[in-house]
């Protein structure tokens, strides 16, 4: 296989554990809320799905399990942040140590072990074509995870419910004052995005490298929140951009195939340098940030 | 019955002081149930953990080894988190420090004289302030948020010690294993207390805990980073500027964490190697929170936070407990910190009051 159908064809679940964690801190982050522990809640999240799955509960099972957990640890984190008005910086640290320090010893003697992942589900006929035919034969996650991308981009597009998130992120003075209860909407939210995170480790650990190591998200979660940024806040570029750190996490895979002469670590600092160089890029448009940024983003609210 | 926060007139010192004693207690309560349901006697563990530091000299002096890269990192975080510059990557400035620290030795291994060590110290320094670079000109030229950008670049600097490491920077004779030659005897920071493992480095991190109070809370820089982080716009057109603070706060990080590498491996390691850093950087952010960001708060802070490192190992031992748990234990602890801490400045009030409204 070439590099590039290579690419094509495992782009897509490379992006997913990326693409789910950014969507709920979409929602998170248009409520106004910046969540920053989710590197823990996916390491959590992770291997909590690998247990149910390694014990022979399946894939369904872990995933909801998984959705749970997550929800749990970032309602600690809404605890702090909205219920005690913590500083949400710190509240999001604290919360991704506990996640992480959690994991490791949750995980403690699961170390090493794999699970076998998911089949994959091929369109008929597009599987078929020469180059890109990879790219039609998805495992059922990776199908549902682009259905959620719409289903939030119409949220947000269309519905009430997304015009109240946004409100209630833009101006929650306003929003309060009209009768929407500010603090409950920013927990549904937060709530909403741990699931999604919870959801993300699962895929990582128990579908595109079913196995759990300590440590084995390696900064997904950090980059998740930065593709937020660089999808300055939209459904549409959020995608886009977890599907190009899909590729890039894809490149020391090809690199080893196509017998290139870099160092290995090189190839697995990449996606941190490529987040670094394109936030660069991003941020200092401001006036791209200004136009769809989130106006009370990480501000404390309450009388 | 509702219940409210409202906040005080004035921010009440004596919780400022209780805060980090009530959270330690709830933190203790929820780590207990914890230890129960992982079929631990927690009396065994609680004993292991935070008490066997304190009971010898041989523990008390680990603590003491352990209390000096702390004190250091968080005293450099401190500054900037106070002028709310979230610096998050001490890890990697750390490392990097511990990198360039190692080249004298690495590339000079016979050299000989006192001027190594404190030339490695300068070095390593050096390194963790180069590192803390590009996320301070990302920040101030490109509007990057610090946060990601100083977490990305510790990311990247495990990947660059793994390189050195298992390429030029190998021991030939090291039977293939990860990590640099053992340093000569001129590169090793000499004892201070005689039969202890504790270095000249603890001086040094205690005296930048009396240059931070100096600095901080009684020179006019440190008096423009506060109102920096408590008041940007007010600090803004009162002259003070942004972008120095920024620089400041990220350089004196790295700086701070770069010396706390330099002086790990000239100190109780003695050679590069991978497990360096035991996640002093991240423990150190929860160090900088508990000291409530205070020069003379993160002595105390650090000096616990080091004993529950040496507990924790002492747990590993004798009450059979999983390493990870000393990080859950961490990590509670600052949640419950941020949770108590709020009452420094708002007061719980029950059922219904004037001001303020439900939520």
Known sequence: MSGMSF????????????????????????????????????????????????????????????????????????????????????????????????????????????????????????????????????????????????????????????????????????????????????????????????????????????????????????????????????????????????????????????????????????????????????????????????????????? | MTLRLVRREKASTRMAVLAPLLALLAAMVLNLLLFLAMGKDPAAVFHAMLLEPFSSWAGFSEVLLKMGPLLLIAQGLAIGFRAKVFNIGAEGQFILGAIFASAIPVYFPQATGAWIWPAMLVLGALGGALWAVVPAFWRVRLNANEILVTLMMSLIAIQVLNYLLLGPWKDPMGFNFPQSVMFQYDAMIPILLPGTRVNVSLLIALFSALLAWAYMQRSFGGYQFLVGGLAPKAATYAGFSEARAIWLSLLIGGFAAGLAGAAEVAGPIGQLQRSISTGYGYAAIIVAYLGGLHPVGIVASSLFMAALYIGGDNAMVSADLPVAAVRVFQGTLLVCYLAAVTFVRFRLDFGASVEGGRV
């Not at chain 1, 094509?8 to 950014?22: E, I, K, R």
């Not at chain 1, 509240?91 to 959690?102: R, T």
């Not at chain 1, 995170?197 to 997904?220: E, F, N």
Request: hydrophobic share 60%; charged share 10%.
């Open chain 1, 7 to 303: 690419i094509l064809a495992g782009m897509l679940a490379a992006a997913t554990p990326f693409l789910l964690a950014a969507l709920g801190e979409l929602v998170v982050e248009r409520a106004g809320v910046l969540n920053l522990g989710l590197e823990g809640i996916m390491a959590l999240g992770a291997v909590v799905a690998f247990i149910v799955v390694y014990h022979g509960g399946g894939h369904p099972a872990a995933f909801a399990v998984a959705a749970l957990a997550g929800c749990a640890l970032s309602l600690v984190f809404g605890f702090l942040a909205l219920g005690v008005r913590a500083n949400q910086v710190a509240a999001g640290l604290a919360v991704g140590i506990l996640g992480q320090g959690l994991s490791s010893l949750i995980g403690n003697s699961y170390e090493s072990l794999t699970v076998t992942g998911l089949a994959k589900w091929a369109v008929p006929g597009l599987a078929d074509l020469p180059v890109v035919g990879g790219l039609f034969v998805q495992d059922i996650v990776v199908w549902l995870s682009l259905l959620a991308t719409a289903a939030i981009w119409g949220m947000f597009r269309f519905s009430k419910l997304g015009l109240i998130l946004r409100a209630v992120g833009e101006n929650p003075q306003a929003a309060r004052a009209i009768g929407y209860r500010v603090i409950a909407i920013r927990y549904g939210a937060v709530a909403f995005g741990g699931a999604m995170a919870g959801l993300a480790g699962a895929y990582a650990s128990t579908v595109y490298t079913p196995l759990w190591a300590d440590g084995m998200i390696a900064g997904r979660g950090w980059i998740a929140l930065a593709l937020v940024v660089f999808g300055t806040w939209l459904t549409g570029r959020i995608f886009f951009g977890a599907l190009l750190f899909g590729a890039v996490s894809l490149a020391s895979l090809v690199a080893q195939t196509e017998g290139w002469a870099v160092p290995s670590q090189l190839l697995s600092s990449l996606p941190y340098i490529v987040t670094i160089i394109v936030l660069g890029i991003i941020t200092s448009n401001k006036r791209l940030l200004k136009v769809n940024g989130v106006a009370s983003l990480g501000e404390p609210f309450g009388p």
